[in-house]
Nanobody
Framework: QVQLVESGGGLVQPGGSLRLSCAAS????????MGWSRQAPGKQRELVAS???????NYLDSVKGRFTISRDNAKNTVYLQMNSLKPEDTAVYYC?????????WGQGTQVTVSS
């Protein structure tokens, strides 16, 4: 079992920045993929960014150049640096970990971009 705890959400003005963190604990294999997904009201959850245990990254087209995912394997923590935030980035952001056939999700953290 793996537990994921997100932090760092909040209210920010358009053009601002936020940094989300997700700390993982429990039984983690050396090979895994961690990522961030988001779900806005009335919309489906979408994958925003992911990073493998070796550091390979993947991004949703609409956040490329604005968001950066990174991880600290020693701390079992993944980060999402979000810059140039837009109102359409408003959503609940969820941390996710996939290892082999297992998939785990955090409880979510709200990000609101509004003036």
């Amino acid at each position: 079992q793996v537990q994921l705890v997100e932090s760092g959400g909040g209210l920010v003005q358009p053009g601002g920045s936020l940094r989300l963190s997700c700390a993982a604990s429990g039984t983690m294999f050396s090979i895994n993929i961690m990522g961030w997904s988001r779900q806005a009201p009335g919309k489906q959850r979408e994958l925003v960014a992911s990073i493998t245990s070796r550091g390979s990254t993947n991004y949703l087209d609409s956040v490329k150049g604005r968001f950066t995912i990174s991880r600290d394997n020693a701390k079992n923590t993944v980060y999402l640096q979000m810059n140039s935030l837009k109102p359409e980035d408003t959503a609940v952001y969820y941390c996710n970990l996939n290892q082999y056939s297992e998939s785990y999700w955090g409880q979510g953290t709200q990000v609101t971009v509004s003036s």
